[in-house]
């Protein structure tokens, strides 16, 4: 099987350690394990210690008297208590773990998807979406957010695409790069169009419950449709990539035979990241919150310097630790973000792999001190070359 390079991956991978800046990371500034135990024991913002050393004590006493086998194959009860909590209408057995988000998307995708089916994909997104399906033969069609429309999802553009070979439609919400969120009436939409031909949609909802306007999480598909499929991790909201946790939800039959394909590839996820993961989410409340303040803190940082600087522009994200900035220049984006590693050694994600040309990609879930130098040297390099 012959599938496209993965864009954002390789050019991570090629430069992520060239750079003195890196602004490009798309996670929320990662936790250590201590802080996971410290924001478990918070109490209206202040550790309560006593509490925090019977945490400590029953968490490296669990961790030690743990018989390292193949453990709950689908996920444990704790950690699928924990998911469970994060959707309405999702019970145990629509759930199972997989190794990140990253790999849920991809045992869906190669579950459901043929030779000759068709899937309309909303981008920019994760590559995922589309390079898996046209790799298996399918007809991907693009559905393309744009700046000039704020992000906002044009519904006719996917009711003209809709017809009896659709298998699928999928997205990212809220969206990766953009920062766009499809509310709970869109969502509905997309539902009747996907039930009007009998496709599934797949959301992956790897930024959900980073919305900046509101407190509750964005709706979830698999609460809205019936053929709903929601894909996660604790990798992006949760500030824990290292323990490589995702999940899938989904109706129990296709529960059931994502399983069967899994078993190709995962038997099961780590015990250790297992229990981490239901830590964190059994207080996901407190790691959410210091997400959302990290991020609303660095947008301020973002407002100020537009402001000062006419030759960018951006949408203001609806959620998410990611943002995508316009520049004004005939300059192609991939041009444009070697020439700034290479002058300023700040690295950036060009547009030209999340397909939206013109913009660069910056991460605004992490070190502050960071963005605020990284953005300067980027203001010095557009005025040596427009």
Excluded at 172 to 198: F, H, K, M, Q, Y
Excluded at 206 to 224: N, Q
Excluded at 234 to 243: E, F, H, N, Q, R
């Amino acid at each position: 099987m012959k599938i496209a390079d993965f864009k954002v991956e390789r050019w991570m991978d090629e430069y992520e350690r060239k750079c003195e800046i890196n602004i490009a990371e798309s996670c929320v500034d990662s936790l250590v394990l201590e802080d996971v135990l410290c924001l478990c024991t918070e109490n209206h913002g202040r550790t309560n210690e006593a509490v925090y050393q019977i945490k400590k004590q029953e968490f490296i006493n669990h961790i030690l008297q743990m018989k390292l086998t193949y453990g709950s194959i689908e996920g444990s009860d704790y950690l699928k208590k924990g998911i469970q909590s994060l959707y309405k209408k999702v019970g145990p057995e629509q759930i199972v773990t997989t190794h990140g988000a990253i790999a849920a998307n991809y045992l869906v995708l190669m579950c459901l998807v043929e030779p000759e089916d068709e899937v309309i994909t909303i981008v920019p997104t994760y590559q995922q979406h589309y390079s898996i399906p046209e790799s298996i033969g399918a007809k991907v069609h693009k559905v393309q957010l744009r700046s000039e429309n704020d992000f906002k999802l044009n519904l006719d553009e996917i009711r003209a695409l809709v017809n009896e070979k659709t298998k699928l439609i999928s997205f990212a919400n809220p969206n990766n790069p953009t920062g766009a969120e499809l509310d709970v009436e869109t969502l509905n939409e997309i539902a009747e169009i996907a039930r009007s031909v009998n496709a599934y949609v797949l959301s992956d909802e790897a930024y959900r419950g980073l919305s900046l306007d509101k407190d509750d999480y964005t709706a979830s598909i698999v609460d809205i449709y019936e053929k709903g499929i929601s894909t996660s991790s604790m990798s992006k909201t949760y500030a824990l990539a290292g323990i490589r946790t995702g999940w899938v939800c989904a109706s129990r039959d296709l529960i059931e035979k994502i399983n069967i394909r899994r078993d190709y590839n995962h038997i099961s996820c780590s015990m250790i990241d297992d229990y981490i993961a239901a830590i964190a989410l059994e207080n996901k409340s407190a790691i959410v919150n210091r997400s959302k303040s990290i991020i609303k803190n660095n947008l301020e940082i973002i407002d100020s310097w537009i402001e000062r600087n006419p030759g960018f522009s951006y949408v203001k994200p609806k959620a998410g630790p990611v943002i995508v900035i316009k520049y004004d220049l005939d300059m192609p984006s991939k041009m444009f973000c070697k020439k700034l590693l290479e002058v300023k050694s700040v690295l950036v994600i060009p547009g030209d792999v999340l397909d939206i040309p013109s913009h660069f990609r910056v991460g605004i879930g992490n070190n502050s001190d960071s963005l605020v130098e990284g953005l300067s040297r980027i203001s010095e390099f557009y005025n040596s070359i427009k």
